[in-house]
């Protein structure tokens, strides 16, 4: 069944729950799924957000702006396998961030096995690298997905805020995880003895199918990016700046506006407003608030044990359950865990919920990441289900345990340096002893190495 | 160089007008129309014919595996789909003459060269992978039989000197000597490992079924 189905059914029950067991007027309905005056009508604010960035979405793929981006990018690499990996690597968490996980893997991941098919070489690796690192698109900006969007409305925190807060963190994870990519395929990726030719052959003009649409999308893009950076959401919300931005472009293009609108992903707007209106029953009945009290008093008045539970508990749930409902059920729990906090703390718990619902879908394969399996095998080049669950399930272990250091760095700055520092001595102390120690120290070590590759990537 | 083929196809068969090479996903790699048109679209379309031919054959349970080339005739253009690797196709669009028969073997050599440049299919990947890992074992056995060789010299060495015919230190020689037993035991751990990842491969390869896709057995 779908899922907008599922939810709007959900929703219908809880209607009738509300008004007739409940005695809510009907207007409770209207409330749920718009939000209130009080509330500063959150989830309107949402939902024109979303559809406005789908419509501006819609129109640069359209035109081909991110597959012409990808392939110029890619033929820098000249075919090297290691920057090939870094380049294709920053693309898909560049469009991830821009658009979303799932256009970002549908665009890139064909594009991948063209590129390895033009050099000859086996995707696997750039696969593998790319379906991990993309959810970490996903935390750039607040645009970049549902859930940072519902957060950052609920939490009122500005676009620039969460991306210093938030994206910034997620940068530094990338360069970690990138070199962790590294480490475990250096052997396995081949120089391309003839395919760097014919990729320079490629013409990257074929991708786009209107050069001044492509200008404009590029324009309009960057015009919303530097809009929402400057203006204040006091004076003007990130949807009305996004929604200005789409309607220009739909006139500006000269697209077909019904063929536009028929683009638009109806099934997740329904299935959010469905979510809206069951989570909405959960809060006003109180049921939220009294587990965030539940859970704030069991997890003690420790604020940095509190935010890195929050982390690895959404984390763990977006592993098995979408990470839409889990967000907005999650945003008033953690809004009554977090309430005796001063504000400049208080955020912190909503930073950490981001980061947690967007990247724990790494840690199965059951969710939308199943997506880059069927691609792969649609395009004849299967990868292990098995190899891509343990790639994914350590990477975001480790990328987990990472932003748990650095919440520890801003919160107990002593504990946190003092971490940090032993994990470097001994990082060093491994590093001294493979450089400067006797032959067998050093082939232990790289015996070591590959017997730690070999158990996450053979 | 697939520009030099494609410009080879159009000298060796004038009445091709247009060029199109592109994957089954709807990318195209080249193609002589102009930039102008919407390419992109074009290559779409283009995929979108061959999976719609597919689907045709799947609801009359006919074997669409491996097509060869689909031809379409209207009054003034012939469109002819070729298939070239695992994924990839090339669309010749012809001008149409009256009593002139295509001679599409004047250009097998050169469709054939494309096919090698922009598509290989898993077959032909697995078969290069296992070239590569041939070549790192016998890497390996070259510097392992270099370490046994060093090994037997230090063993004659280690000897002399406990004999008292040769001056050195018996300690170190001894310790060298262990210390290139284990490189050699782990080369030989090596060898063993990739001797067994070749078999796999060899043993993946024998499982896929023969897929013949060279344009050489379309024409």
Same mark, same amino acid.
């Given at each position: 069944?779908?899922r907008a189905?599922?939810? *709007?059914?959900?929703?219908?029950?809880?209607?009738?729950?509300?008004?007739?067991?409940?005695?809510?007027?009907?207007?409770?309905?209207?409330?749920?799924?718009?939000?209130?005056?009080?509330?500063?009508?959150?989830?309107?604010?949402?939902?024109?957000?979303i559809?406005?960035?789908m419509?501006?979405?819609?129109?640069?793929?359209?035109?081909?702006?991110?597959?012409?981006?990808?392939?110029?990018?890619?033929?820098?690499?000249?075919?090297?396998?290691?920057?090939?990996?870094?380049?294709?690597? +920053? %693309?898909?968490?560049?469009?991830?961030?821009? +658009?979303?996980?799932?256009?970002?893997?549908?665009?890139?991941?064909?594009?991948?096995?063209?590129?390895?098919?033009?050099?000859?070489?086996?995707?696997?690796?750039?696969?593998?690298?790319?379906?991990?690192?993309?959810? @970490?698109?996903?935390?750039?900006?607040?645009?970049?997905?549902i859930?940072?969007? *519902?957060?950052?409305?609920?939490?009122?925190?500005?676009?620039?805020?969460?991306?210093?807060?938030?994206?910034?963190?997620?940068?530094?994870?990338?360069?970690?995880? @990138?070199?962790?990519?590294?480490? @475990?395929?250096?052997?396995?990726?081949?120089?391309?003895?003839?395919?760097?030719?014919?990729?320079?052959?490629?013409?990257?003009?074929?991708?786009?199918?209107?050069?001044?649409?492509?200008? =404009?999308?590029?324009?309009?893009?960057?015009?919303?990016?530097?809009?929402?950076?400057?203006?204040?959401?006091?004076?003007?919300?990130?949807?009305?700046?996004?929604?200005?931005?789409?309607?220009?472009?739909?006139?500006?293009?000269?697209?077909?506006?019904?063929?536009?609108? =028929?683009?638009i992903d109806f099934e997740l707007i329904f299935y959010l407003?469905?979510?809206?209106?069951?989570?909405?029953? *959960?809060?006003?009945?109180?049921?939220?608030?009294? %587990?965030?009290?539940?859970?704030?008093?069991?997890?003690?008045?420790?604020?940095?044990? =509190?935010?890195?539970?929050? @982390?690895?508990?959404?984390?763990?749930?977006?592993?098995?359950?979408?990470?839409i409902?889990?967000?907005?059920?999650?945003?008033?729990?953690?809004?009554?865990?977090?309430?005796?906090?001063?504000?400049?703390?208080?955020?912190?718990?909503?930073?950490?919920?981001?980061?947690?619902?967007?990247?724990?879908?790494?840690?199965?394969? #059951?969710?939308?990441?199943?997506?880059?399996?069927?691609?792969?095998? =649609?395009?004849?080049?299967?990868?292990?289900?098995?190899?891509?669950?343990? #790639?994914?399930?350590?990477?975001?272990?480790?990328?987990?345990?990472?932003?748990?250091?650095?919440?520890?760095?801003?919160?107990?700055?002593?504990?946190?340096?003092?971490?940090?520092?032993?994990?470097?001595?001994?990082?060093?102390?491994?590093?001294?002893?493979?450089?400067?120690?006797?032959?067998?120290?050093?082939?232990?070590?790289?015996?070591?190495?590959?017997?730690?590759?070999?158990?996450?990537?053979? | 160089?697939?520009?030099?083929?494609?410009?080879?196809?159009?000298?060796?068969?004038?009445?091709?007008?247009?060029?199109?090479?592109?994957?089954?996903?709807?990318?195209?790699?080249? !193609?002589?129309?102009?930039?102008?048109?919407?390419?992109?679209?074009?290559?779409?379309?283009?995929?979108?014919?061959?999976?719609?031919?597919?689907?045709?054959?799947?609801?009359?349970?006919?074997?669409?595996?491996?097509?060869?080339?689909?031809?379409?005739? !209207?009054?003034?253009?012939?469109?002819?789909?070729?298939?070239?690797?695992?994924?990839?196709?090339?669309?010749?669009?012809?001008?149409?003459?009256?009593?002139?028969?295509?001679?599409?073997?004047?250009?097998?050599?050169?469709?054939?060269?494309?096919?090698?440049?922009?598509?290989?299919?898993?077959?032909?990947?697995?078969?290069?992978?296992?070239?590569?890992?041939?070549?790192?074992?016998?890497?390996?056995?070259?510097?392992?039989?270099?370490?046994?060789?060093?090994?037997?010299?230090?063993?004659?060495?280690?000897?002399?000197?406990?004999?008292?015919?040769?001056?050195?230190?018996?300690?170190?020689? !001894?310790?060298?000597?262990?210390?290139?037993?284990?490189?050699?035991?782990?080369?030989?751990?090596?060898?063993?490992?990739?001797?067994?990842?070749?078999?796999?491969?060899?043993?993946?390869?024998?499982?896929?079924?023969?897929?013949? !896709?060279?344009?050489?057995?379309?024409?």
């Amino acid at each position: 069944m779908s899922r907008a189905i599922s939810a *709007l059914i959900g929703a219908t029950i809880t209607f009738f729950v509300l008004t007739f067991i409940e005695h809510y007027d009907f207007a409770i309905i209207i409330d749920l799924t718009f939000g209130t005056k009080e509330d500063s009508y959150n989830n309107f604010h949402s939902l024109i957000l979303i559809i406005s960035m789908m419509i501006i979405v819609t129109i640069a793929n359209e035109a081909g702006l991110f597959q012409f981006i990808a392939i110029k990018l890619i033929k820098l690499s000249k075919g090297h396998p290691i920057y090939l990996l870094i380049i294709s690597s +920053l %693309i898909i968490v560049f469009i991830a961030a821009i +658009l979303n996980n799932l256009l970002a893997v549908i665009i890139c991941i064909p594009l991948t096995i063209t590129v390895s098919r033009i050099l000859n070489i086996n995707p696997s690796p750039y696969i593998l690298t790319q379906a991990v690192i993309v959810n @970490l698109g996903a935390s750039f900006f607040i645009i970049s997905s549902i859930p940072n969007i *519902l957060i950052a409305n609920y939490a009122e925190i500005s676009f620039i805020n969460f991306f210093l807060n938030v994206g910034l963190i997620s940068l530094i994870i990338l360069g970690f995880t @990138l070199a962790f990519f590294i480490f @475990l395929y250096k052997d396995d990726l081949l120089i391309p003895k003839e395919g760097i030719p014919i990729l320079m052959e490629f013409d990257v003009w074929n991708l786009v199918q209107n050069k001044k649409l492509m200008y =404009q999308t590029i324009i309009s893009l960057s015009i919303l990016i530097l809009l929402f950076i400057l203006i204040p959401p006091i004076i003007l919300s990130l949807d009305a700046i996004a929604l200005v931005i789409a309607l220009i472009l739909i006139i500006i293009s000269g697209l077909n506006g019904k063929e536009l609108i =028929q683009k638009i992903d109806f099934e997740l707007i329904f299935y959010l407003i469905g979510i809206f209106i069951i989570t909405g029953a *959960l809060e006003i009945l109180g049921v939220l608030e009294i %587990i965030g009290i539940y859970l704030g008093n069991m997890l003690s008045v420790n604020v940095v044990f =509190q935010i890195i539970i929050i @982390l690895w508990f959404s984390a763990g749930l977006s592993a098995s359950v979408d990470n839409i409902p889990i967000t907005k059920v999650l945003i008033p729990i953690i809004g009554a865990i977090s309430k005796n906090n001063p504000s400049l703390y208080r955020n912190y718990y909503y930073y950490s919920l981001a980061i947690g619902s967007n990247w724990g879908d790494n840690l199965t394969p #059951l969710g939308d990441n199943i997506l880059v399996l069927n691609l792969a095998e =649609q395009h004849k080049r299967p990868i292990s289900f098995n190899l891509f669950f343990k #790639l994914g399930f350590i990477t975001t272990i480790f990328q987990l345990a990472i932003i748990s250091l650095i919440f520890i760095l801003i919160f107990e700055f002593i504990i946190g340096i003092t971490i940090t520092s032993a994990l470097i001595f001994v990082i060093f102390l491994f590093y001294i002893l493979y450089t400067y120690g006797s032959n067998r120290i050093k082939l232990k070590f790289k015996s070591i190495s590959t017997n730690f590759r070999n158990i996450i990537i053979k | 160089m697939v520009l030099k083929s494609i410009s080879r196809i159009k000298k060796a068969l004038p009445e091709v007008q247009h060029v199109v090479m592109f994957y089954n996903n709807g990318t195209i790699f080249q !193609t002589t129309f102009e930039q102008e048109k919407n390419i992109p679209k074009l290559g779409e379309n283009l995929a979108e014919a061959l999976n719609h031919i597919k689907k045709l054959y799947e609801i009359c349970n006919y074997s669409f595996e491996n097509y060869k080339k689909i031809i379409l005739e !209207t009054e003034d253009i012939s469109v002819i789909i070729l298939k070239l690797g695992e994924e990839s196709n090339i669309a010749l669009f012809f001008k149409k003459e009256e009593d002139k028969e295509l001679k599409l073997n004047a250009i097998k050599r050169y469709i054939t060269r494309i096919e090698d440049l922009i598509d290989m299919d898993e077959k032909e990947l697995i078969i290069k992978d296992i070239v590569a890992k041939e070549e790192e074992v016998k890497n390996l056995h070259e510097k392992l039989q270099e370490k046994l060789s060093s090994i037997k010299n230090l063993g004659i060495n280690l000897e002399k000197v406990e004999k008292g015919l040769l001056e050195g230190d018996s300690k170190k020689l !001894t310790k060298e000597i262990n210390d290139l037993g284990i490189e050699c035991s782990n080369l030989e751990k090596d060898i063993e490992k990739k001797s067994s990842e070749i078999d796999i491969l060899k043993e993946k390869i024998e499982k896929k079924q023969d897929t013949p !896709t060279l344009f050489r057995e379309i024409l």
